[in-house]
């Protein structure tokens, strides 16, 4: 079994890269607090693909370093709970804190030699997940363009000082020359590019686009998809919140229940949840509107 204790604080979402790949027998522990360390949509994503168990505590503050002592008192009342239930473990704290490393080393020299740390869990396990990169589009054409123009100028400078001022001289016409042909090749693409934009439009009677379908769903560009929660699970959370507390919720805040009860193990970690993945004013006053369904819900999720 490992057991990951992530300083949310110091890594933020970059410490769960990785979490897709922990098994059942794995634990997770997030150390945040609060609102000053609201998750991002990406980072709920990927917690909900793991199938490790993980808890989300709300670390007290008002102290320097507070967070950071708290993570290690944790971690020392599991690794002696777990010695003296003979349960087998290694730790890993998720940090690039080095302060931690000194704490490590001492407990090493007392025969504590299974704790280590490491900057994501991916980093630790060999298995980092990959997110998807959004690249920004452009001219490919354009793009070569720029790299030609950048490999030449180093080919000329290669060359000395005398010969790079004849080669700027001696293109200097033939530059001329290629933005004249330049002109005309994007004429004619852009009458071209209004051709094939009027053909689009001209679509069959009762037939509807896709960006006037896109219109009619009110669905913006660049918006990211809101979390699902799975189609059993968020029936058994919309009947057992609508039974229980007379309201209806959006998928979104399904997903966001459906997550907390996986990552809770007690009625304050599942409040905790929501201030850390909402924020402090949105998250409470969630939580407060669905908290009698708690004890139902989480027979019926585990």
């Avoid at 490393?101 to 869990?121: F, H, N, Y």
């Avoid at 005309?184 to 590019?193: A, N, P």
């Avoid at 609508?242 to 997550?259: F, R």
């Amino acid at each position: 079994m490992r057991i990951y204790y992530i300083d949310y604080e110091n890594v933020k979402g970059a410490g769960t890269e990785g979490i897709d790949g922990l098994s059942v027998d794995d634990r997770v522990k997030i150390f945040a607090k609060g609102k000053s360390d609201a998750m991002k949509f990406d980072d709920i994503k990927l917690i909900m693909t793991s199938k490790a168990k993980v808890v989300i505590d709300d670390v007290v503050t008002g102290t320097k370093n507070a967070l950071d002592f708290q993570l290690l008192a944790d971690l020392l009342v599991d690794v002696f709970d777990n010695r003296k239930a003979n349960v087998s473990a290694r730790y890993c704290i998720i940090s690039k804190d080095k302060g931690y490393d000194p704490a490590i080393l001492q407990m090493k020299k007392r025969g504590i030699d299974c704790v280590t740390r490491a900057e994501s869990i991916g980093a630790d396990t060999g298995s980092a997940a990959v997110r998807p990169q959004i690249q920004k589009t452009g001219n490919p054409d354009a793009q070569a363009g720029k790299v030609r123009t950048a490999k030449g100028s180093v080919q000329k400078n290669a060359g000395g000082s005398a010969a790079s001022v004849s080669a700027v001289k001696s293109s200097a016409p033939e530059a001329q020359s290629r933005k004249v042909q330049s002109r005309k090749v994007q004429s004619t693409g852009s009458q071209t590019q209004n051709t094939n934009n009027q053909k689009a439009q001209a679509v069959k009677p009762g037939v509807r686009s896709v960006s006037e379908e896109t219109k009619s769903q009110g669905v913006r560009s660049g918006r990211k998809p809101a979390p699902v929660a799975p189609e059993n699970e968020g029936r058994i959370i919309r009947e057992g919140i609508k039974a229980k507390c007379n309201i209806d919720i959006t998928e979104p805040q399904v997903a966001h229940v459906y997550l907390a009860l996986k990552t809770s193990d007690s009625k304050n970690a599942f409040y905790n949840y929501f201030r850390t993945a909402m924020g402090e004013v949105k998250g409470r006053a969630f939580y407060k509107s669905i908290r009698s369904s708690f004890e139902d819900l989480r027979n019926k999720i585990r």
